[in-house]
């Protein structure tokens, strides 16, 4: 059974950082593409970043560049999420997903395992 469990989420000013955490569990994930997306009040949910868990080729969203890394730890298995210069509009529930057929998709239905998310709010 997969499981995954975000934390690190919060309230921060704009220009603030947050470090998002993914604790992944139930089997190994270096075969896998693991996903952060986030979803706003009244907007569809979208791929914030991705990346290999093997080879940790990544690959970021335009409107995070430069502000976001995804990165992965194999030894606690988990991915990260750093946000740097928060905005406003980063403000959404942020959700770790696992896609076991390594598509590289910034397509939500790509991925086959979501965890329940974690809120992110951006004060201006």
């Known amino acids: 059974q997969v499981h995954l469990l975000e934390s690190g989420g919060g309230l921060v000013q704009a220009g603030g950082s947050l470090r998002l955490s993914c604790a992944a569990s139930?089997?190994?994930?270096?075969?896998?593409?693991m996903g952060w997306f986030r979803q706003a009040p009244r907007k569809e949910r979208e791929l914030v970043a991705f990346?290999?868990?093997?080879?940790?080729?990544?690959y970021y969203a335009d409107s995070v560049k430069g502000r976001f890394t995804i990165s992965r730890d194999n030894a606690k298995n988990t991915v990260y999420l750093q946000m740097n210069n928060l905005k406003p509009e980063d403000t959404a529930v942020y959700y770790c997903?696992?896609?076991?057929?390594?598509?590289?998709?910034?397509?939500?239905?790509?991925?086959?395992?979501w965890g329940q998310g974690t809120q992110v709010t951006v004060s201006s």
């Open positions: 139930g089997r190994t994930f270096s075969g896998y593409v």
């Open positions: 997903a696992a896609d076991a057929h390594r598509a590289g998709s910034n397509r939500a239905g790509s991925y086959d395992y």
């Open positions: 990346i290999y868990w093997s080879e940790g080729n990544t």
